[in-house]
Protein backbone atom coordinates (compact mmCIF):
# COMPACT_ATOMS: atom_id res chain seq x y z
CA UNK A 1 0.00 0.00 0.00
CA UNK A 2 1.60 3.04 -0.95
CA UNK A 3 0.97 6.35 1.60
CA UNK A 4 2.70 8.60 3.29
CA UNK A 5 5.27 7.89 5.96
CA UNK A 6 5.77 10.08 9.06
CA UNK A 7 8.58 9.78 11.15
CA UNK A 8 8.54 11.45 14.45
CA UNK A 9 11.50 10.60 17.31
CA UNK A 10 10.76 7.49 18.25
CA UNK A 11 7.74 6.10 15.82
CA UNK A 12 6.99 5.94 12.00
CA UNK A 13 3.75 6.10 10.85
CA UNK A 14 2.39 4.32 7.47
CA UNK A 15 0.16 2.82 5.85
CA UNK A 16 -1.04 -0.86 7.11
CA UNK A 17 0.01 -3.61 5.81
CA UNK A 18 -0.36 -7.32 5.17
CA UNK A 19 2.69 -8.02 7.89
CA UNK A 20 0.77 -5.98 10.43
CA UNK A 21 -1.88 -8.38 10.90
CA UNK A 22 -0.56 -10.09 13.60
CA UNK A 23 -0.30 -7.12 15.44
CA UNK A 24 -3.58 -6.18 15.08
CA UNK A 25 -5.29 -9.36 16.09
CA UNK A 26 -2.81 -8.77 19.28
CA UNK A 27 -4.35 -5.17 19.68
CA UNK A 28 -8.06 -7.08 19.16
CA UNK A 29 -7.36 -10.05 21.33
CA UNK A 30 -6.53 -8.19 24.53
CA UNK A 31 -9.90 -6.90 26.19
CA UNK A 32 -8.58 -3.95 28.04
CA UNK A 33 -7.03 -2.41 25.05
CA UNK A 34 -10.13 -3.39 22.93
CA UNK A 35 -12.57 -2.00 24.93
CA UNK A 36 -12.80 1.43 23.98
CA UNK A 37 -12.17 0.37 20.02
CA UNK A 38 -15.00 -2.40 19.29
CA UNK A 39 -13.81 -4.68 21.78
CA UNK A 40 -12.71 -8.08 21.81
CA UNK A 41 -13.09 -9.61 18.32
CA UNK A 42 -11.63 -12.85 16.49
CA UNK A 43 -9.06 -12.99 13.47
CA UNK A 44 -11.89 -12.92 11.11
CA UNK A 45 -12.93 -10.24 12.28
CA UNK A 46 -9.75 -8.41 12.47
CA UNK A 47 -8.98 -9.28 8.88
CA UNK A 48 -12.03 -7.35 7.91
CA UNK A 49 -11.16 -4.30 9.94
CA UNK A 50 -7.62 -4.34 8.35
CA UNK A 51 -8.93 -4.22 5.11
CA UNK A 52 -11.13 -1.47 6.14
CA UNK A 53 -8.44 0.47 6.90
CA UNK A 54 -6.02 -0.42 4.43
CA UNK A 55 -9.55 0.38 1.64
CA UNK A 56 -10.03 4.04 3.25
CA UNK A 57 -6.78 4.90 2.02
CA UNK A 58 -7.55 4.12 -1.96
CA UNK A 59 -11.71 5.00 -1.36
CA UNK A 60 -10.82 8.40 0.61
CA UNK A 61 -7.10 9.05 0.72
CA UNK A 62 -6.16 8.90 4.25
CA UNK A 63 -6.90 6.18 7.32
CA UNK A 64 -4.92 5.40 10.11
CA UNK A 65 -1.57 4.52 10.01
CA UNK A 66 0.43 1.37 11.71
CA UNK A 67 2.40 2.65 14.34
CA UNK A 68 5.98 1.33 14.22
CA UNK A 69 8.23 1.74 17.40
CA UNK A 70 11.66 3.22 15.80
CA UNK A 71 14.19 1.33 18.58
CA UNK A 72 12.53 -2.04 18.32
CA UNK A 73 11.04 -2.18 14.84
CA UNK A 74 7.89 -3.86 16.20
CA UNK A 75 4.08 -2.74 15.13
CA UNK A 76 3.02 -1.11 18.58
CA UNK A 77 -1.04 0.58 17.36
CA UNK A 78 -2.89 2.11 15.45
CA UNK A 79 -3.66 5.92 14.97
CA UNK A 80 -4.58 8.53 12.75
CA UNK A 81 -7.06 10.29 10.10
CA UNK A 82 -10.40 8.09 10.85
CA UNK A 83 -13.77 9.17 8.74
CA UNK A 84 -15.98 6.73 7.71
CA UNK A 85 -19.60 7.13 6.43
CA UNK A 86 -21.68 8.60 9.19
CA UNK A 87 -18.91 9.39 11.49
CA UNK A 88 -19.39 12.30 13.78
CA UNK A 89 -16.37 14.28 12.01
CA UNK A 90 -13.52 14.65 11.13
CA UNK A 91 -11.68 12.19 13.65
CA UNK A 92 -7.48 11.64 14.57
CA UNK A 93 -7.94 8.22 16.70
CA UNK A 94 -5.65 6.06 18.67
CA UNK A 95 -5.47 2.48 19.73
CA UNK A 96 -1.93 1.09 21.28
CA UNK A 97 -1.12 -2.36 22.75
CA UNK A 98 -0.84 -2.19 26.31
CA UNK A 99 2.79 -2.28 26.23
CA UNK A 100 3.22 0.67 24.55
CA UNK A 101 0.42 2.20 27.18
CA UNK A 102 2.63 5.00 29.51
CA UNK A 103 5.19 6.21 27.22
CA UNK A 104 4.20 8.91 25.25
CA UNK A 105 3.41 7.43 22.06
CA UNK A 106 -0.29 8.14 21.70
CA UNK A 107 0.50 11.90 22.12
CA UNK A 108 3.82 11.88 19.87
CA UNK A 109 2.15 9.83 17.12
CA UNK A 110 -1.42 11.90 17.05
CA UNK A 111 0.48 15.05 16.99
CA UNK A 112 2.08 14.35 13.67
CA UNK A 113 -1.39 12.99 12.52
CA UNK A 114 -3.25 16.08 13.59
CA UNK A 115 -0.48 18.01 11.51
CA UNK A 116 -1.14 15.84 8.26
CA UNK A 117 -4.86 16.16 8.79
CA UNK A 118 -4.39 19.87 9.05
CA UNK A 119 -1.58 20.81 6.71
CA UNK A 120 -2.10 18.02 3.94
CA UNK A 121 -5.66 16.72 4.19
CA UNK A 122 -7.05 20.43 4.36
CA UNK A 123 -8.96 19.59 7.48
CA UNK A 124 -10.69 22.62 9.34
CA UNK A 125 -11.90 20.43 12.94
CA UNK A 126 -9.90 17.51 14.43
CA UNK A 127 -12.47 15.67 16.74
CA UNK A 128 -11.44 12.51 19.05
CA UNK A 129 -14.47 10.28 20.11
CA UNK A 130 -14.24 8.91 23.76
CA UNK A 131 -16.01 6.91 25.78
CA UNK A 132 -16.35 8.91 29.30
CA UNK A 133 -15.11 6.12 31.07
CA UNK A 134 -11.84 6.16 29.17
CA UNK A 135 -9.66 8.38 31.00
CA UNK A 136 -6.62 7.51 29.88
CA UNK A 137 -7.30 8.79 26.40
CA UNK A 138 -9.42 11.72 27.45
CA UNK A 139 -5.97 12.58 29.15
CA UNK A 140 -4.14 12.05 25.55
CA UNK A 141 -7.11 15.05 23.62
CA UNK A 142 -6.50 17.31 26.32
CA UNK A 143 -2.81 17.10 26.38
CA UNK A 144 -3.35 17.84 22.60
CA UNK A 145 -4.96 20.60 23.56
CA UNK A 146 -8.67 19.30 22.76
CA UNK A 147 -11.68 20.09 25.08
CA UNK A 148 -14.92 18.61 25.03
CA UNK A 149 -17.33 20.25 22.37
CA UNK A 150 -20.47 17.77 22.80
CA UNK A 151 -21.62 14.31 22.96
CA UNK A 152 -22.89 12.15 19.92
CA UNK A 153 -24.44 8.12 19.70
CA UNK A 154 -21.72 6.42 17.74
CA UNK A 155 -23.16 5.43 14.24
CA UNK A 156 -23.17 1.67 13.73
CA UNK A 157 -22.60 -1.26 14.45
CA UNK A 158 -21.74 0.82 17.52
CA UNK A 159 -25.00 -0.15 19.20
CA UNK A 160 -25.71 1.69 22.44
CA UNK A 161 -22.50 3.64 22.67
CA UNK A 162 -22.24 7.15 23.86
CA UNK A 163 -19.31 9.36 22.84
CA UNK A 164 -17.97 12.67 24.37
CA UNK A 165 -16.40 14.68 21.34
CA UNK A 166 -13.44 16.13 22.20
CA UNK A 167 -11.78 18.63 19.75
CA UNK A 168 -10.16 21.75 18.16
CA UNK A 169 -10.26 23.77 14.94
CA UNK A 170 -7.32 23.87 12.84
CA UNK A 171 -6.58 27.14 13.76
CA UNK A 172 -6.57 26.12 17.42
CA UNK A 173 -4.07 23.40 16.76
CA UNK A 174 -2.06 25.56 14.05
CA UNK A 175 -1.38 28.39 17.18
CA UNK A 176 -0.72 25.84 19.70
CA UNK A 177 2.10 24.25 17.01
CA UNK A 178 3.63 28.04 17.21
CA UNK A 179 3.91 27.99 20.82
Known sequence: MRGPVIETQRLILRPP??????????L?????????IGGVQPPESVWRALCTVTGAWAIRGFSMFS??????GNW????????????????????????????GYATEGASAAMD?????????????????????SIKVAERLGSRKLRVSPAPPPFKDVVWDIYGQTAEDWRARRRR
Open 116 to 136: YAVDILGWSEIIHCIEAENAP
Open 28 to 36: AADPEAARF
Open 76 to 103: IGRLGPWQPEGWPGTEVGWGFLKSAWGR
Open 67 to 72: VIEKES
Open 17 to 26: QAEDFAGFCA
